[in-house]
């Protein structure tokens, strides 16, 4: 299993941190490690690659109760 480090950054960061915060499903487990006024640093055990952790992570986001509405960024570490 990798472990990928990724920084997320959004205006708006407390709704992302809200929804991404201890999650997990079949594909990743989220953990927030540090959240800061507009980024936050995650730590994602997976079994994709960095590139593919960082397009699942956008994809996630996007579709999240709030994602749809906030301009953000994720890129790895």
């Known amino acids: 299993?990798?472990?990928?480090?990724?920084?997320?950054?959004?205006g708006q960061i407390k709704f992302l941190h809200e929804f991404i915060d201890n999650f997990s499903d079949e594909?990743?487990?989220?953990?927030?490690?540090?959240?800061?006024?507009?980024?936050?640093n995650v730590t994602v055990e997976t079994?994709?690659?960095g590139e593919e952790t960082v397009k699942y992570l956008k994809d996630l986001l996007k579709n999240s109760p709030m994602g749809s509405a906030l301009h953000?960024?994720?890129?790895?570490?």
């Open 47 to 49: 079994e994709l690659s």
């Open 27 to 40: 594909t990743v487990k989220v953990n927030v490690e540090q959240l800061n006024k507009i980024d936050m």
């Open 72 to 77: 953000f960024s994720v890129k790895l570490q």
């Open 1 to 10: 299993m990798n472990q990928h480090r990724v920084n997320v950054f959004c």
